[in-house]
């Protein structure tokens, strides 16, 4: 079955980097496109970005464009989230996506989930 | 940014009974509406998809309905499992995708 493992979160100061992972297995992973969406603690959740199958189409939020960069890795079923210019309000558990749908026809959405991983942004 | 509300924020209700969740979008966004489930310390779990298509392996008591901005989410007689925040999100205009703000259904 579809497994999405994310790892990379962990405490950093604000102005500071981060690189998140997300390891895909159980399909064939440059089949779809991916997203990551984050969930400040007890809030709601918020879309960061997406990215398309070949990698040649990406968006963000505008809460961290500029300062965000999500890519792909086909090769090793492997999907990426740098962070950089980190602030308090980016702190939050990021999840990775595997999007379901038809996304060239404008009509796609999250399907499966990983558990997340968690970045704290605090001085 | 299309901005999507969900009613009430909390929804207390018996085992057994019938859950209606409502969710409202800013603008038509046709059918292009999924409910997803998350339980305390899980991640999200899509329930519905076109507003009203089932994800794979979702129970037949979970439904959804509507079109154009007004949209439901019913759970026809709650189970204990089924005790959780429920989120809804559009898709017809994006990005970004925007998702409401939860209701969370508890035990009454």
């Known amino acids: 079955q579809v497994q999405l493992v994310e790892s990379g979160g962990g405490l950093v100061k604000p102005g500071g980097s981060l690189r998140l992972s997300c390891e895909a297995s159980g399909y064939t992973f440059s089949d779809y496109y991916m997203s990551w969406i984050r969930q400040a603690p007890g809030k709601g959740l918020e879309w960061v970005s997406y990215?398309?199958?070949?990698?040649?189409?990406?968006n963000y939020a505008d809460a961290v464009k500029g300062r965000f960069t999500i890519s792909r890795d086909n090769a090793k079923n492997s999907l990426f989230l740098q962070m950089n210019s980190l602030r308090v309000e980016d702190t939050a558990l990021y999840y990775c996506a595997r999007v379901s749908g038809y996304c060239s026809g404008g009509s796609c959405y999250p399907g499966e989930w990983g558990q997340g991983t968690l970045v704290t942004v605090t001085s | 940014e299309i901005v999507m509300t969900q009613s009430p924020a909390t929804l207390s209700v018996s085992p057994g009974e019938r859950a209606t969740l409502s969710c409202r979008a800013s603008q038509s966004i046709s059918s292009n509406l999924a409910w997803y489930q998350q339980k305390p310390g899980q991640a999200p779990r899509l329930l519905i998809y076109g507003a009203s298509t089932r994800a794979t392996g979702i129970p037949a008591r979970f439904s959804g309905s509507g079109s154009g901005t007004e949209f439901t989410l019913t759970i026809s007689s709650l189970q204990s499992e089924d005790f959780a925040v429920y989120y809804c999100q559009q898709y017809n205009n994006w990005p970004p995708w925007t998702f409401g703000q939860g209701t969370k259904v508890e035990i009454k």
């Open positions: 990215i398309d199958r070949s990698s040649d189409y990406t």
